[in-house]
């Protein structure tokens, strides 16, 4: 399921028949390019509290433009660079 932002077993066997030159499969979403004043804002929210609520993800992500899945796997990035840098 798209909206889920899981992959099943098979999707990922589709994307590398794709990646090997097959046509079948989805396309990769594109990489978000990230303003720098979303990123600023993003930083200052995640000093604050480094986990977010869906209300709060969705507050955000309209003051952003970003859609919600976008917000979440921003947050998931950071925790984990921060685990990296601890």
């Known amino acids: 399921d798209e909206s889920s932002g899981y ?3 098979s999707a990922g066997a589709e994307r590398s028949a794709a990646e090997e030159g097959g046509t079948r499969g989805r396309q990769r979403r594109a990489r978000t390019a990230f303003t720098s004043e979303q990123i600023c804002r993003l930083e200052k929210t995640f000093q604050r509290q480094k986990y977010l609520g869906a209300t709060e993800r ?3 992500a309209a ?3 970003l859609s919600e899945i976008q ?3 921003w947050f998931q990035n950071r925790r ?3 685990k990296r840098q601890i």
């Open 80 to 82: 984990m660079k921060l």
């Open 71 to 73: 917000i979440k796997t």
């Open 58 to 60: 969705r507050k955000l």
């Open 63 to 65: 003051a952003l433009q």
């Open 7 to 9: 992959e099943s077993e």
